[in-house]
């Protein structure tokens, strides 16, 4: 794909390519929660940085991280390793997934899993998902994972990006005897609502070859302070503390994750209140984009979807940007898709309106 970026959220390309401020655009890009994160993180953030974590090394164990994620996830902490972000811990996951054999990636599928394999020239095999365009599949219902072809290690994405179908447990579950490693990467389950029910986490104890990942970024609305956690046998993730560099989690970053953690009933409630906005946002979202010309939206279960049209989309994203300062995902970095699709980050409701308003105007010229 050459220059063309793997990830939403470049809003500093963006605003400079467009003579704007950053803090002019809607960056619909990026799948974030819009209202993160709560009041106590911004403050401890800033206590964080007027204290110990500036002056001194991070505990290169993470010891209270690593507590506060397994008081999370009813583990012991030797369960958990967190990570400058997930894409880190993709990385770890692919140096695993050469050495064991070939990859099955779904299509179209998250460009980082690739190249994760391809910094260890790691072999891997497609697996075409079947796209439903028709809207005969409900908004967020949990569907069965299709077969996939052989291999040795599978790749999951749930909710899968970026077409943001659900899977459910009971479809993922036998492929854990069917494979050498799974690798789950659950990113985005804690914003779906009923997502954690299909959750592999339970699973762990029996599986020494699964990993789940899971990033603190999308929940909290914290991309700046990149931190993500794997959870997998402990022998594994040791082996993976042991290749990588010291420190990868820096010290404001680890601070603000224990203050997060410190207390599972406001992490409950916090994922209560985002999952009320992506299944009241998507579902009234994805309604008035089937009411647009030229257009479809995909049924989705996470706090994204995709839209398709018979014609290529760029000339639609370029016209949000330049004239809206609006910006939607471009697709063709997801293998298997093009220009004809473009995938949208759910915002306030306020926003999101205004997304549709310039959607309505550019698909009407």
């Keep these: 794909?050459?220059?063309?970026?793997?990830?939403?959220?470049?809003?500093?390309?963006t605003a400079a390519r467009l003579g704007c401020r950053p803090s002019q655009l809607l960056d619909a890009s990026a799948s974030l929660v819009p209202f993160g994160p709560p009041w106590f993180v911004r403050r401890s953030l800033m206590w964080a940085g007027l204290t110990a974590p500036l002056r001194a090394y991070p505990d290169r164990s993470y010891a209270g991280l690593r507590r506060g994620l397994a008081r999370l996830h009813g583990l012991e902490p030797d369960w958990l390793l967190p990570g400058n972000g997930a894409a880190e811990l993709f990385t770890?996951?692919?140096?695993?997934?050469?050495?064991?054999?070939?990859?099955?990636?779904?299509?179209?599928?998250?460009?980082?899993?690739p190249r994760a394999l391809a910094c260890w020239d790691g072999a891997w095999r497609p697996q075409p998902l079947p796209m439903q365009v028709d809207g005969s599949a409900a908004v967020g219902a949990a569907q069965a994972y299709p077969a996939p072809p052989a291999g040795e290690v599978l790749w999951l994405t749930n909710p899968h990006n970026p077409t943001g179908a659900l899977w459910t447990r009971a479809s993922l579950e036998p492929l854990l005897q069917r494979f050498h490693l799974v690798i789950a990467d659950e990113a985005f389950l804690p914003l779906?609502?009923?997502?954690?029910?299909?959750?592999?986490?339970?699973?762990?104890?029996?599986?020494?070859?699964?990993?789940?990942?899971?990033?603190?970024?999308?929940?909290?609305?914290?991309?700046?302070?990149?931190?993500?956690?794997?959870?997998?046998h402990p022998e594994r993730l040791a082996q993976w503390a042991s290749w990588r560099d010291p420190w990868p989690v820096n010290g404001l970053a680890?601070?603000?994750?224990?203050?997060?953690?410190?207390?599972?009933?406001?992490?409950?409630?916090?994922?209560?209140?985002?999952?009320?906005?992506?299944?009241?946002?998507?579902?009234?979202?994805?309604?008035r984009l089937a009411q647009l010309p030229g257009i479809t939206p995909l049924p989705s279960a996470a706090n994204f979807l995709l839209i398709r049209a018979e014609h290529s989309l760029v000339p639609l994203r370029q016209a949000l940007e330049r004239r809206h300062h609006i910006l939607l995902r471009d697709c063709r970095s997801f293998e298997g898709l093009g220009e004809n699709w473009l995938r949208i980050g759910y915002q306030s409701h306020r926003n999101n309106r205004r997304i549709l308003r310039a959607l309505r105007q550019e698909l009407g010229r």
Excluded at 1 to 13: C, D, K, P, V
Excluded at 268 to 286: I, N, Y
Aim: proline residues 5%; hydrophobic residues 45%; charged residues 15%.
């Design 254 to 287: 680890a601070a603000v994750g224990e203050r997060l953690l410190a207390d599972p009933a406001a992490y409950r409630s916090w994922c209560g209140r985002v999952q009320r906005w992506t299944g009241r946002e998507g579902a009234w979202l994805q309604r």
């Design 192 to 232: 779906v609502p009923g997502g954690e029910a299909q959750s592999l986490i339970p699973l762990l104890p029996m599986h020494p070859n699964l990993v789940v990942i899971r990033s603190l970024t999308k929940l909290y609305g914290i991309a700046g302070l990149r931190l993500g956690y794997a959870l997998g």
């Design 92 to 113: 770890w996951a692919a140096r695993d997934a050469a050495a064991a054999g070939l990859s099955v990636l779904a299509q179209p599928g998250f460009a980082d899993y």
């Design 1 to 13: 794909m050459g220059s063309l970026q793997r990830h939403g959220g470049n809003q500093a390309a």
